[in-house]
């Protein structure tokens, strides 16, 4: 394994011919040429919006409180007296929109140049399942505000899961934690939001990371 | 200095320049602010009124900072302050002392004398604020988050 990463280095110029600080730090696995296209770059830009919704998140969670009475107000509170409140949930809620684009255009990608056969079939499996968890997210932090177009997009949601023969009910049931969306459904996607589903992101993320180190970038078409 | 040594050194200027700007944004947000989660001011201790001037259960308006307050002697030992304004839109509330209620002269909410949601549009109980009697005043040192 080993022997075989040797002889495919040893092709590539030699990186560090000292140009500075940054010169003899640059990594030895360059990306090939093929690769050096802005398409190829949707995977990375999907995960600095991950990461940009982490720390934005962070600060949300410092003031958000999931509960009826004070959901909305606190929301009302991080956008009219936080300082840069009304910035960072700005952030948090278009970089969730973005972050499913970039996964489809990622997605869309991997398709065309064919980056998801033999070897990579597990890595495009990752994938698929990261992108439900992400969709996962969006379910979850769009009940979170607790107004209107959240109570009745979540009320959507939870009609098509319903719809689901034979275990449909049981489901939504589980989701919602009761018969109807209520003080139970705010905990539940509070705790969805912030605790599982990150979790779960950060292990399958390591998983796609790892799996792209060890299998390298898929050949030219 | 040689081109490319220039480039990254931009580009390492701009990435810095982007964690200090992202870094001071997230710092400042995390700063507890002035006002509590009511969007009241906290204005600092204040004594708001003398104990044995009040009576039990006949509150007395009064200002705390930019608020109205309400000030309700609930015994001898037991003060209770809320702010006056309705935490439904925040008109200013009116106690009625034939049914010891406080009324919303806007959507008809109500609250008992302890400040609890009884009927009418507002999502919960009155605003409250943390007091303490001191020599006996009573001194209000800001709302309730």
Known sequence: MQEAAKQATASLPEPAEAN????????????????????????????????????????????????????YASIFYISNYVKYGWF??????????LMVVFIIIHML??????????????????????FVITMAFGLTGSLLPWDQQAYWGTAGAIAFIEKTPVVGDWIARFIVGGDAIGPSALSRFYSGHIMMLPAALVILLSVHFWMVRKQGISGPL | MERRNFLVWAAGASLGAS????????????IPPARSVDGKKNAGKIAVARVSDLEVNKPHLTDYGEDKIFV??????????????????????????????????????????????LRGPAPRNMISAVSQIVNGEVVVSGFRA
Request: net charge positive; aromatic share 14%.
């Open chain 1, 20 to 71: 500075g600080w940054m010169g003899t730090r640059e990594s030895a696995r360059t990306v090939p040429a093929h690769a050096r296209r802005f398409w190829f770059c949707f995977g990375g830009l999907t995960f600095f919006t991950a990461i940009m919704q982490a720390l934005s998140g962070i600060v949300l969670a410092f003031y958000y409180q999931p509960t009826p009475e004070r959901a």
């Open chain 2, 72 to 117: 309700v002697k609930a015994s001898g030992t037991e003060v209770h302050v809320f702010d006056a304004a309705c935490p439904h839109v925040g008109c200013q509330l009116i106690f009625n002392p034939e049914t010891v209620e406080f009324d919303c002269p806007c959507h008809k909410s109500v609250f008992t004398v302890k400040g609890v949601r």
């Open chain 2, 19 to 30: 964690a200090i700007f992202i870094g001071a944004t997230v710092i400042q947000a995390m």
């Open chain 1, 88 to 97: 960072i949930r700005s952030v948090h809620a278009w970089g969730a929109r």
């Open chain 1, 109 to 130: 990608r991997v398709y065309v140049t064919a980056s998801y056969k033999h070897p990579r079939e597990m890595n495009w499996v990752a994938g698929v399942f990261l």
